[in-house]
């Protein structure tokens, strides 16, 4: 039990969620890990998906055309987690898919280099997410889209983590630790929230589409590695945004 005041950990949650998912300077150096701030992880997404929609909206104000305003915002996007979830799906498909053995999956899995699955990841994944943004900036609903994919997409790492044991005992995400329920809740209905209020009653297909993408390789990793690392909920994070993204697409655009 702790008798510090509820603001000061809310605060202190807030710190660690985006020192954890995001380069956004902090007003302080104290950002270790916390399971406990896994609710605030879609406040995350929604304010990275804001930005990314800004930079959209910048973007068709010099007058350049909505494909390379939807690019600008998934630059925009990356700079501003510097990679680490992209980084997480191009391991997690040369992991999962590059060899035959739990112990070789996880090696290939921490080892940096980038391979053919790796790369067709990226590419493909990269492609989807660029061509539903694009709608999404056509139909002027990038603000909506993009907002409410990045707070729905950041849900399923917080069931994942809690979820699924840790495949390797090692990384980022042992560090961080088992979030507590009420923190994975909280990332559900925050996540949750925060799409509905952007985009109504679409969200209930982005949301069913999110979860299925999260329980596919949820049980992809259970078999081939026994668990979750911090690749894999990268790679969650990356399939659970590009189908809420095209989700949106289709029903905003």
Known sequence: MT????????????IAAFGLLSRLPLPTSAVAPEPRAAWAWPLVGAVTGALAALAASVALALSLPAGVAAGVA??????????????GL?????????????ERRLAIMKDSRIGSYGTLALLLVTLMRWSAVTALVMAGQHWAGLIAAGALSRAPMAVLIAALPNARGTGLSHLTGIPPRRAVA????????????????????MALAAAATTALIARAAQRRIGGQTGDILGAAQQLAEVA?????????G
Not at 74 to 87: K, P, Q, R, V, W
Not at 186 to 200: K, M, P, Q, S, Y
Request: hydrophobic residues 55%.
């Open 3 to 14: 008798n510090r005041d509820p603001a000061l950990l809310v605060r202190d949650d807030l």
């Open 74 to 87: 998934l630059i925009t996007g990356a700079l501003l987690t510097g990679g680490l979830h992209e980084d």
């Open 90 to 102: 191009a391991d997690t498909a040369d992991g999962l898919f590059g060899a035959s053995t739990r």
């Open 186 to 205: 909280g990332a559900l209905i925050i996540g949750a929230v925060v799409a509905f209020l952007c985009t109504g009653l679409t969200v209930l297909p």
């Open 244 to 252: 809420a993204l095209s989700f949106a697409a289709a029903h905003l």
